[in-house]
């Protein structure tokens, strides 16, 4: 599936799907890929849902200031995330919204389009 292109929102954006991984202008991410507003990176060890942790998203969520939330793509189906991984990216401030992975990069361009300050951490499809 291919999306068009939308260079209006700042930053990087998802501009198709290539097996079950994501394209990002001329790269393409097969194993997950983490966003935010300044740059696309391969997440080559993305666990299962039901194994994250804060730890697995790296650095993502360390920018100043803090993103509103997290956008989780939980691969090909909506599937909930660990209460545990919910309630520790909220105590330090970052709210978290689930859906499958194609929903979730659809709905970075567009939040991103609307400048919003949100990072994104997609599972592969």
Do not use: N, Y
Not at 14 to 29: E, W
Not at 93 to 103: F, K, T
């Amino acid at each position: 599936m291919r999306l068009r292109r939308d260079d209006s929102g700042q930053g990087p954006v998802v501009t198709g799907f290539q097996g079950r991984g994501f394209r990002v202008r001329d790269d393409v991410f097969p194993e997950g890929l983490l966003l935010s507003p300044v740059r696309a990176l391969a997440w080559a060890d993305a666990p299962a849902v039901g194994a994250l942790t804060p730890a697995v998203l790296g650095d993502l969520i360390d920018l100043d200031p803090l993103p509103e939330f997290l956008l989780l793509g939980t691969g090909p189906g909506l599937r909930q995330p660990p209460r545990a991984f919910v309630r520790a990216l909220e105590a330090r401030g970052v709210g978290v919204e689930a859906m499958d992975s194609r929903a979730a990069a659809r709905a970075w361009g567009v939040l991103r389009a609307e400048e919003r300050w949100i990072v994104a951490a997609l599972l592969p499809l």
